[in-house]
T-cell receptor, first 113, second 114 residues
Framework: NAGVTQTPKFQVLKTGQSMTLQCAQD?????MYWYRQDPGMGLRLIYY???????DKGEVPNGYNVSRLNKREFSLRLESAAPSQTSVYFC????????????FGDGTRLSIL | AQSVTQPDIHITVSEGASLELRCNYS??????LFWYVQSPGQGLQLLLK??????LVQGIKGFEAEFKRSQSSFNLRKPSVHWSDAAEYVC????????????FGTGTRLKVLA
């Protein structure tokens, strides 16, 4: 089925470890996004990529890096994980115009001990 | 600044009862509006969207929403709730012109009593 695929679905890390969250979409969308979702705070934008070859910071970029590998793939990297980064991470994609809804992956549940 | 407010954090209704979830927005122009549903362990799924035209829009799973410009609201409704509707509901505004940043509400968690 067409959509947004995130891997892994669950991950437990120790403080200081690094990891990369993977995201791929097969809807030929130009824009891709990474969000974190914490209780009571809704979705907060970490980074986004308006089109292949570009990335920009969102509301909460500190401690994260991203790579727009090609039009399909947009990865999120935690270089040195901290307990404050325990969250559910969602990748989304959309067309280029403002009236297009976002399509979301099922999320990665990340716990940092 | 643009914002989306969902005043109700939790709502509980009995199965078969009607439902209305509130969403208010602050936006300088006519917004593009969306309602999403999030089931436990899942991502956000689009229920419906409003761009222009008819202010009452129909979505999937029997949901509808009404855009009221004078009240800056886009409330979600369902005439008769089913137990499977228990989930988190999130209202969102499409990116302001020239940006790519969607604006999300904090969500309303719906509980359905049998």
């Amino acid at each position: 089925n067409a959509g947004v695929t995130q891997t892994p679905k669950f991950q437990v890390l120790k403080t200081g470890q690094s990891m990369t969250l993977q995201c791929a979409q097969d809807m030929n969308h130009n824009s891709m996004y990474w969000y974190r979702q914490d209780p009571g705070m809704g979705l907060r934008l970490i980074y986004y990529s308006a089109s292949e070859g570009t990335t920009d910071k969102g509301e909460v970029p500190n401690g994260y890096n991203v790579s727009r590998l090609n039009k399909r793939e947009f990865s999120l990297r935690l270089e040195s994980a901290a307990p404050s980064q325990t969250s559910v991470y969602f990748c989304a994609s959309s067309g280029m115009v403002s009236n297009q809804p976002q399509h979301f992956g099922d999320g990665t549940r990340l716990s940092i001990l | 600044a643009q914002s989306v407010t969902q005043p109700d954090i939790h709502i509980t209704v009995s199965e078969g009862a009607s439902l209305e979830l509130r969403c208010n927005y602050s936006y300088g122009a006519t917004p593009y509006l969306f309602w999403y549903v999030q089931s436990p362990g899942q991502g956000l799924q689009l229920l419906l969207k409003y761009f222009s035209g008819d202010t009452l829009v129909q979505g999937i799973k029997g949901f509808e929403a009404e855009f009221k410009r004078s009240q800056s609201s886009f409330n979600l409704r369902k005439p008769s709730v089913h137990w499977s509707d228990a989930a988190e509901y999130v209202c969102a505004v499409g990116p302001p012109e020239g940006t790519y940043k969607y604006i999300f509400g904090t969500g309303t968690r719906l509980k359905v009593l049998a």
